[in-house]
Nanobody, 118 residues
Framework: EVQLVESGGGLVQAGGSLRLSCAASGFTFDDYAIGWFRQAPGKEREGVSCISSSDGSTYYADSVKGRFTISSDNAKNTVYLQMNSLKPEDTAVYYC???????????WGQGTQVTVSS
């Protein structure tokens, strides 16, 4: 059974930090890139960041460049999203996703809420 389990969301003040984790199982981790999407109320889902499990190449949306860092621990089949200098506009449900061709998603996680207060 494919599983992508997110953790690390929560409530933080503007300027603060959070680290999201995505633990993957049930598929060959190295065959996929793992990414993060987010969706705020009333807005379309946005691709935030992605990392290739095979070569470590990364992608960041312009809205998070310089503030978010994605990393991967292939031994643990886990991807992390370090979010610094958080802004109220970062408030959203963050979803982990496994993709064979970004931004097309093969598997989704259940989502974790991130709320940034002003």
């Amino acid at each position: 059974e494919v599983q992508l389990v997110e953790s690390g969301g929560g409530l933080v003040q503007a300027g603060g930090s959070l680290r999201l984790s995505c633990a993957a199982s049930g598929f060959t981790f190295d065959d996929y890139a793992i990414g993060w999407f987010r969706q705020a109320p009333g807005k379309e889902r946005e691709g935030v960041s992605c990392i290739s499990s095979s070569d470590g190449s990364t992608y960041y949306a312009d809205s998070v460049k310089g503030r978010f860092t994605i990393s991967s621990d292939n031994a643990k089949n886990t991807v992390y999203l370090q979010m610094n200098s958080l802004k109220p506009e970062d408030t959203a449900v963050y979803y982990c996703a496994a993709t064979g061709s970004w931004p097309e998603v093969d598997y989704w996680g259940q989502g974790t809420q991130v709320t940034v207060s002003s």
